[in-house]
């Protein structure tokens, strides 16, 4: 019995193929699929040893599966998230400290039991530091 659904051909991880050969091959203890994690993506190398087909096991578990039902609606929804979610750090995201926080995206990502982005496809990387004008007084 297969334990995840069908991968999409569009998901940017894809598993291996039956002898293929890998850089760095990983496997899944949960849904069996192998994966190159020496291939950088946006969903790998897999920190702390991640499947990065997670969002497609079977039996996720329940709290993660409505947050990622909710984030995958294609409404404007906006999320509280913390300082150190993968989340804060994007370029896509109106991080509001505090507050709730917005995604231009739509949150794409893959949220745990605890409500935290632990992975996402559209992640771009530091937000760029804003640049203030310096002025000197004579």
């Not at 790998?44 to 993660?64: G, I, K, N, V, Y």
């Not at 400290?97 to 893959?110: D, I, N």
């Amino acid at each position: 019995m297969r334990a995840h659904k069908r991968i999409p051909k569009t998901w940017e991880v894809q598993p291996l193929k039956p002898g293929q050969k890998a850089a760095a091959k990983a496997t899944c203890g949960h849904c069996g699929l192998s994966w190159d994690d020496g291939k950088v993506t946006g969903m790998t190398p897999a920190p702390s040893a991640r499947c990065p087909f997670e969002a497609f096991h079977l039996d996720a578990p329940e709290p993660a599966e409505q947050v990622l039902r909710a984030c995958n609606t294609g409404r404007k929804i906006k999320l509280s998230i913390s300082d150190d979610d993968l989340c804060s750090g994007c370029r896509h995201c109106a991080y509001n400290p505090g507050e709730l926080s917005g995604c231009a995206l739509k949150w794409p990502g893959f949220f745990d039991a605890d409500g935290y982005c632990r992975r996402c496809p559209k992640f771009t990387g530091a937000k760029r530091a804003v640049r203030h004008k310096t002025t000197t007084t004579p």
